[in-house]
């Protein structure tokens, strides 16, 4: 197989360019001959096809928008190429296909998230885009496309907080409509050799079916996912610290005693600060009622790495009963980290606690999953 990394580091970013390894693909086309009946019998379609490693049947299409990866792609037998922006005039014609025809799109969409923080002062796009299709992030604009194509089946990889964040949810418009999630894997950004490894990402191996009504946010927090590595899991199980506090700064609340740092989900607080010192733009006012929630939040980050990579995009997970009957451990914990809290000293009193309260809190709170440091 040719090298495929023949874009530099900002080209790979910018075109969401992160090819799959043949044990990846594997995956895909396991789930689809598990799940699609006479699968043989339908066109195979990768928009954004690279060096056509999906592109594994005779009746299979790709297209791209990287000319020296159309060059090698076509390289493969008996396979329909187009070098062409898959996100511009989006519709079955630019293929040759009928509407009548059946289909199924697969393949590893681009992702670019233009708002992230990491390396954000060198992305950008300046392909293209249809209107409907506009979004923050790439890959959920190729997840829009794809519902204008209106495949029988999706087989495709992307990141799993396109399904469990519910502004990435609500973002997906007509293909939540169309389409419901009928089968998946989760496993890890560090299988890409291009990624991250110091805070590696879900993402979900998802095969999507045309079904109306399509599917809700509910219908995703009640999905049992399952890992690569056989662990199963459902987000309903989870209580999450988000319904009981802000993330965001929220310049409204005017007794504040403590200044805590905006929170996205458990990889954003991996990287970032919690208590700071003054108040900042991207600062939220703590009430001392709230404050042992925030103050479960900095020491929740202290356990990050107990927690397994598939939960990295998820909000702080919190069992609030258990939580209430220890939670003035919590806040005693931060001050002890925070000196310019030292004045919260005079509303908590704890002294000889068991040392063992907290990791036993979190192993409770996350059960089999659960990761031990050795």
Known sequence: MADQRHLNATDTINFGSYYTPEKIVDIVYDLVHKNVPNHSEHIFLDTSCGYGNFLRYPNSIGADIDQKAITESKRKPNKVIYHHNSLSNVSRSAYNLKENDKVIIIGNPPYNDKTSIIRNHIKKYEAEI???????????????????????????LHPLSYLIKKSNFESLKDFKYSYKLMDSVIISSGVFTQTSKSTSFPIIIAL????????????ILE??????????????????????????????????????????????????????????ENSIRVSLQKLPLYCYADIFKDYIPNIPYYFGNSDIMINKEEFEKIKDIFVMESIKKYPFLSHLNQ??????????????????LLGEHYVENY
């Open 208 to 219: 999507y079916k045309k079904d109306f009504p399509g599917m809700t946010y509910q219908n």
């Open 223 to 280: 999905y049992e996912f399952t890992t690569l590595e056989g662990k199963q899991y459902k987000l309903a199980d989870y209580d999450r610290l988000a319904n009981y506090i802000t993330k965001y700064p929220n310049k409204y609340e005017k007794s504040a005693v403590a200044h805590f740092w905006t929170m996205r989900d458990i990889n954003a607080l991996k990287r970032t600060k919690t208590f700071i010192e003054s108040e900042t």
């Open 347 to 364: 509303h908590y009193k704890v002294q000889n606690y068991d040392k063992g309260v907290l990791p036993n809190y979190f192993k409770n």
């Open 130 to 156: 249809d209107s409907d299709l506009v979004h923050r992030d790439l890959g959920i604009s190729f997840l829009l496309s794809y519902s204008k194509l209106s495949p029988d089946y999706i087989a495709v």
